[in-house]
């Protein structure tokens, strides 16, 4: 049986975590962040063009695809592999799929026809498709899909024609894309000049899980290798044990950064 006096003594306490309890669930349902974050719509109905990049590429790798991404004016310019603007090429990651490039694209398209600047600042989206295959689980598809990716780059800059040739084409790579766009650079064959950028968004530069000797060769070969591009157009990068570029995270979480794999409706 409690004593009075113990009732006395443990009221102040009850009391003082009661407020502290209320004070926590008005502060988690008032201190809200402002959402600026938009959705993207596609105004006109995507269409991805698949483009065969040769007979002996395409029967290597018959499970994978290369696609141009269009949608209302520019279909049929891009069913004729008529090409004018600056090369994107998008590389999905683990679990992914080329169709996730629809949402950058479109809203790259609609800014350039807003801003009335269709032929000085538009981009042309080509994208990869690795048949869902799971490259953060198994290091063993890792090399097939570099080498395709530098069989895509070398077919995106051959569809257009001499005089308006690009030099190099820009990459953004999703998830384990973005290992794929750095794993280019140890291809023996591979002119590091095809690539003017590499983009990486919830790219995981340090490994979640090594789950097998392939996915550790993989990762130690470009991210402990010297890469030196010294030209007067692009620096040099050095990789160092881990990338010690800054890049943002979710505060103690294995992964560089939090993300879901997007499904394609």
Same mark, same amino acid.
């Given at each position: 049986?409690?004593?009075?006096?113990?009732?006395?003594?443990?009221?102040?306490?009850?009391?003082?975590?009661?407020?502290?309890?209320?004070?926590g669930v008005v502060n988690f349902l008032t201190n809200l962040e402002e959402n600026r974050c938009d959705?993207?719509?596609?105004?006109?109905?995507?269409?991805?063009?698949?483009?065969?990049?040769?007979?002996?590429?395409?029967?290597?790798?018959?499970?994978?695809?290369?696609?141009?991404?269009?949608?209302?004016?520019?279909?049929?310019?891009?069913?004729?592999?008529?090409?004018?603007?600056?090369?994107?090429?998008?590389?999905?990651?683990?679990?992914?799929?080329?169709?996730?490039?629809?949402?950058?694209?479109?809203?790259?398209?609609?800014?350039?026809?807003?801003?009335?600047?269709?032929?000085?600042?538009?981009?042309?989206?080509?994208s990869v498709d690795f048949n869902g295959e799971y490259s953060a689980l198994f290091g063993g598809v890792?090399?097939?899909?570099?080498?395709?990716?530098?069989?895509?780059?070398?077919?995106?800059?051959?569809?257009?024609?001499?005089?308006?040739?690009?030099?190099?084409?820009?990459?953004?790579?999703?998830?384990?894309?973005?290992?794929?766009?750095?794993?280019?650079?140890?291809?023996?064959?591979?002119?590091?000049?095809?690539?003017?950028? /590499?983009?990486? !968004?919830?790219?995981?530069? +340090? *490994?979640? &899980?090594? #789950?097998?000797? %392939?996915?550790? =060769? $993989? @990762?130690?070969?470009?991210?402990?290798? /010297?890469?030196? !591009?010294?030209?007067?157009? +692009? *620096?040099? &990068?050095? #990789?160092?044990? %881990?990338?010690? =570029? $800054? @890049?943002?995270?979710?505060?103690?979480?294995?992964?560089?950064?939090?993300?879901?794999?997007?499904?394609?409706?």
């Open positions: 049986m409690v004593q009075p006096t113990a009732k006395i003594f443990i009221l102040p306490y009850a009391i003082a975590v009661c407020f502290v309890y209320l004070l959705m993207t719509f596609m105004y006109e109905f995507p269409q991805y063009t698949e483009i065969p990049i040769s007979p002996d590429v395409d029967r290597k790798y018959r499970q994978y695809s290369l696609s141009a991404y269009s949608e209302g004016i520019l279909t049929e310019r891009v069913k004729q592999m008529d090409f004018f603007g600056i090369p994107v090429l998008f590389i999905p990651g683990h679990s992914g799929s080329g169709k996730q490039v629809r949402s950058l694209a479109s809203v790259a398209f609609r800014k350039a026809v807003d801003e009335s600047h269709l032929h000085q600042h538009f981009f042309d989206f080509f890792l090399e097939a899909q570099t080498q395709y990716v530098k069989h895509a780059l070398n077919k995106i800059l051959a569809l257009y024609p001499p005089e308006r040739q690009p030099p190099s084409v820009v990459i953004f790579g999703y998830s384990m894309g973005g290992m794929i766009a750095k794993g280019l650079y140890l291809q023996p064959d591979f002119n590091p000049n095809r690539i003017s950028t /590499i983009i990486t !968004l919830a790219t995981p530069h +340090q *490994p979640v &899980l090594l #789950l097998d000797t %392939y996915l550790n =060769d $993989y @990762y130690t070969k470009v991210c402990f290798v /010297i890469i030196t !591009l010294a030209t007067p157009h +692009q *620096p040099v &990068l050095l #990789l160092d044990t %881990y990338l010690n =570029d $800054y @890049y943002t995270k979710v505060n103690k979480f294995w992964s560089s950064y939090a993300h879901e794999s997007t499904s394609i409706v």
